[in-house]
């Protein structure tokens, strides 16, 4: 066992932490976004829908999408011979959450 860590390789530009965490928290927040807009819009315009079994499924699909992104995301980055992939698991999946952040405060 050698107590020195090889050196990684260059990575790709979309994989390094931030550009990865922007691009990959696109996707869940596009889902979450339709999912509540159209309940809104819903709300709004004098349809009756049931409101929790809505929020519910949006936070189904918003969980899922997150985790499989974040995954993916893990994924390439360790194929990519980097062996830092925690923060970069994190950020991923805590950045769609300042998008829908920032859709609230819209």
């Known amino acids: 066992m050698n107590p020195i860590p090889r050196q990684i390789p260059p990575l790709p530009p979309l994989l390094r932490v931030w550009p990865a965490a922007v691009v990959s928290s696109v996707l869940p927040f596009a889902a979450t976004f339709l999912e509540m807009f159209y309940a809104l819009q819903s709300l709004f315009s004098s349809k009756v829908y049931i409101a929790y079994g809505v929020a519910v499924v949006t936070f189904l699909i918003s969980a899922l999408t997150v985790g499989l992104t974040t995954i993916l995301v893990s994924y390439f980055a360790l194929t990519s011979e980097d062996y830092r992939w925690h923060w970069r698991s994190f950020v ?12 609230g405060l819209v």
């Open 92 to 103: 991923t999946g805590g950045s769609c959450a300042i998008w829908l952040f920032g859709y």
